[in-house]
């Protein structure tokens, strides 16, 4: 109680603040997470920033959560992708659980097989052949279990030749023990190959920028690879996460648009040995064609970016990916080179590899630069459009009064004509 009179309080003079000088902001203040929840939900979210939800997250992962799926055998059709799909904690658990229930099982089985062959009985009998030598327990039973199916091979407990359901239990044990090695080995193997890691050192700038580019307005962003071992066959691609509303009524969340980084002139397919600035230019087919700089924060849009190469060491695919939101893309502003040539071979320097500069850039959108433009080439063509059309006006106001002068002649000379006749 005492929090929440408290944060009235400061609300109420933040208000009469407010009202003093109209430009001043509320801002929501700093309070425990229970006062938090106990202010009013109105207050609350006038005071609260809203935020942005990203569809995927500065390190490339999807931040989507499938819920509801309720044909949850799917998984387990395809178990070893479900598999390598888990965590690592998870799978180092189900890879030590596979093989100790394994064991346990036919260790079990070996068991009950000497208990009823009524070996258990005839324990230090030399008479006595039973199924498996010096099998004296469960505990030893398991440990046989062990040695068979990971052929150690001891030499102290061995199966004997008059025990025709140990052999036959033997063969099961050594088959089965074969297809659990490979598949849970292979399982392991995958899972430690995989090119996830490699897409950690495949680096994006923090920010895109927007500026001009050989006289075009153009939306840029740096991509770099910090191994000295390449991603062969790259390529790039870009993505605008934006929901959008069809002429019918359709709402249509998370919408996704191609934004062309040059899939027409092959500027898509990257040779990435230094840090490039991959470009794409605003034209009446992009969507940022009617985005000003004045609009831009107001918009609420992704963009996602898509870096695809195969490792050279492995020769896997690999992908690495991450998203820029509007309060991420930078109006006006140009990336700090990072390439120098030094004695005999060129230096990247990683460390201005986010940097950026700013730079004289109009702040209109592409079609109102290009509807300026227009306007400046119109007052020539209009020049001379008018002449022409001036002069065929002169031409055929003369030809109308010739025509007029003409037509009074010859109305006078047949009225001449019928006088005469009078």
Known sequence: VFLFSVAANVLEEDSMEQDIESPVTIHQPKLPKQAREDLPKNISKECAKRKIQRYVRKDGKCNVHHGNVRETYRYLTDIFTTLVDLKWRFNLLIFVMVYTV???????????????????DHIGDSTWTPCVSNLNGFVSAFLFSIETETTIGYGYRVITDKCPEGIILLLVQSVLGSIVNAFMVGCMFVKISQPKKRAETLVFSTNAVISMRDGKLCLMFRVGDLRNSH?????????????????????????????????YTGDDRLFLVSPLIISHEINQQSPFWEISKAQLPKEEL??????????????????ARSSYITSEILWGYRFTPVLTLEDGFYEVDYNSFHETYETNTPVYSAKE??????????????????????HAELETEEEEKNQEDQNERNGDVANLENESKV
């Open 231 to 263: 991603i062969v066959e790259a390529s790039i691609r870009a993505k605008l996460i934006k929901s959008k509303q069809t002429k019918e009524g359709e709402f249509i969340p998370l919408n996704q648009t191609d934004i062309n980084v040059g899939y």
């Open 102 to 120: 394994t064991w346990l099982f036919f260790g079990m089985i070996w068991w009950l097989i000497a208990y009823m062959r009524g070996d258990m």
């Open 369 to 390: 630069l290009a509807e300026m433009a227009s306007r400046a080439e119109l007052p020539l063509t209009w020049s001379v459009s008018s002449k022409l059309d001036q």
């Open 302 to 319: 992704e963009i996602v970016v898509i870096l695809e190469g195969m490792v050279e060491a492995t020769g896997m695919t690999c992908q």
